[in-house]
């Protein structure tokens, strides 16, 4: 549960837009694709923060589980109903991720508390986000993007709003925040591997042993 909040080019200006707008999948997916396509040779990591012991907070491994199932081909996922990312280990799955990936590009997922007007929002924007800020926990920060959904009221007695949220306003965000990163994974580019300086070195004698044995027709 977390607070609201590119390396090189003009950041981009958040966006905030409610689950029920019909045009909500379409105005999130546009912006997360202008957001990621700039650092598409690098791995894009979706790592969707909460537990499943707390409703208000499942949104994220709910996320997960939705995007576990739907064979994404540039997004690797981290946090789902069955291996959450939360309080307990997010600095370990944190390591995790630097192990596995080369200059990760993190969209971090969390739910988050606001005002009454607000419940069912979905926001995007640059920056990471607090995981646990709303619930008094410090945690490190993470992603160089977020995307968060509001689905209770802030301002008092967290821990219980967030058992008493109601599970079909979380599932309904979940649905339109799964939906949102599909499309942007069907629109980004394939991911090219890149050959290191020191596979170069290694590949040019051979490449200039066959040219000497090459005839020009």
Do not use: W
């Not at 200006?13 to 997360?32: C, F, N, Y």
């Not at 192990?99 to 979905?122: Q, T, W, Y």
């Not at 949102?180 to 069907?186: F, K, N, R, Y």
């Amino acid at each position: 549960m977390s607070t609201n909040h590119r390396l090189f080019g003009k950041k981009s200006s958040p966006i905030r837009v409610h689950m029920e707008d019909a045009t909500a999948v379409k105005q999130l997916s546009d912006q997360l694709f202008n957001m990621t396509e700039i650092h598409s040779k690098r791995d894009l990591v979706v790592v969707c923060i909460g537990t499943d012991r707390s409703t208000g907070d499942s949104l994220g491994p709910l996320i997960g589980t939705k995007l576990e199932t739907a064979h994404l081909r540039r997004f690797h996922v981290y946090g789902t109903l069955e291996n959450p990312v939360h309080a307990v280990n997010l600095e370990n799955r944190l390591a995790e991720i630097k192990e596995n990936h080369s200059r990760p590009f993190i969209l971090a997922i969390d739910a988050c508390l606001g005002r009454m007007n607000s419940v069912g929002k979905i926001s995007l924007a640059d920056g990471p986000v607090q995981p646990g800020a709303a619930v008094q926990k410090k945690l490190p920060s993470i992603g160089d993007i977020h995307m968060t959904g509001i689905v209770n009221i802030g301002g008092m007695m967290e821990y219980f709003v967030l058992q008493n949220t109601r599970l079909h306003t979380v599932m309904q965000m979940a649905e339109t925040m799964a939906e949102t990163i599909v499309a942007t994974d069907q629109r980004l580019p394939e991911q090219i591997a890149s050959t290191s300086l020191l596979q170069s070195l290694r590949l040019k004698p051979q490449i200039l042993l066959r040219s000497k044995n090459e005839t020009p027709l």
